[in-house]
């Protein structure tokens, strides 16, 4: 049983920062790929960003001019998405992921709001 869950969201103003943090537990054994995704009400769930048990990242079209980072500490079976120059279009809830083995894990999400 994998369990995940993400911690950081809140409420920001236009031009903001937040660190989105997400914690994977349980019976897991080795390194696997973890990302953020993101979802509007009526919208499907979107990739933020992904990062590879080698540290691999893929981002989003719409992460533009580098304002989100995600990195990772394995050890922790931890990821993180550090967001920068946040615009109102970026409110949503961000789940955390895990594709461990054959399956993929997700939290519960966290909401990021950013309005002033």
């Known amino acids: 049983q994998v369990q995940v869950v993400e911690s950081g969201g809140g409420l920001v103003q236009p031009g903001g920062s937040l660190r989105l943090s997400c914690a994977a537990s349980g019976s897991i054994f080795g390194v696997w790929p973890m990302g953020w995704y993101r979802q509007t009400p009526g919208k499907q769930r979107e990739l933020v960003a992904r990062i590879t048990g080698g540290g691999i990242t893929k981002y989003a079209d719409f992460v533009k001019e580098g304002r989100f980072t995600i990195s990772r500490d394995s050890a922790k079976n931890m990821v993180y998405l550090q967001m920068n120059t946040l615009e109102p279009d970026d409110t949503a809830v961000y789940y955390c992921?895990?594709?461990?083995?054959?399956?993929?894990?997700w939290g519960k999400g966290t909401l990021v709001t950013v309005s002033s």
């Open positions: 992921n895990i594709e461990y083995r054959v399956l993929d894990y």
